[in-house]
């Protein structure tokens, strides 16, 4: 027995009856595409939806057969990963920040260390200087 708000979710004719085979395809659909680091999150797409969800399914097994919930976190995720973005890049550059850039030359030196790199570093000098003198639009263009 599926509840209203499943039917909405996953864009399924309202009230119809789901037998135990086509809920496996569907459980399997759903949890096809599973996000690397979650036990229990899950991509969907509906047809004609032009963005994927993400769905969180818990299931359990009883002797009677199955419950589940199955919980939209699409919003969630994507609050999530614009932390982690403002966390990670810088807002004007989109570049990686200082702690950013260091934990990702580390991970890549350590990852292959005895490859050949070169790192090239690039400093304005006076910038302060300019941004007061001339505005802080100039300053973001240089």
Request: aromatic share 10%; net charge negative; glycine share 6%.
């Amino acid at each position: 027995m599926l509840t209203e708000c499943i039917y909405k979710l996953l864009n399924l004719p309202a009230g119809k009856a789901v037998t135990r085979e086509e809920w496996r395809q569907l459980f399997g659909e759903l949890t096809s595409r599973p996000y690397v680091g979650y036990e229990d999150i899950y991509q969907y797409q509906n047809q004609g939806d032009e963005e994927p969800m993400w769905l969180r399914i818990v299931q359990t097994q009883t002797d009677s057969g199955s419950v589940g919930v199955v919980l939209d976190v699409t919003k969630d995720l994507k609050e999530q990963r614009r932390l982690v973005h403002e966390l990670d890049y810088d807002a004007l550059t989109q570049l990686y920040n200082r702690t950013s850039f260091k934990r990702q030359a580390n991970q890549l030196i350590q990852a292959e260390p005895d490859c050949i790199g070169m790192m090239m570093f690039c400093d304005l000098d006076k910038l302060k200087y300019i941004n007061d003198t001339f505005g802080p639009e100039l300053g973001d263009r240089l």
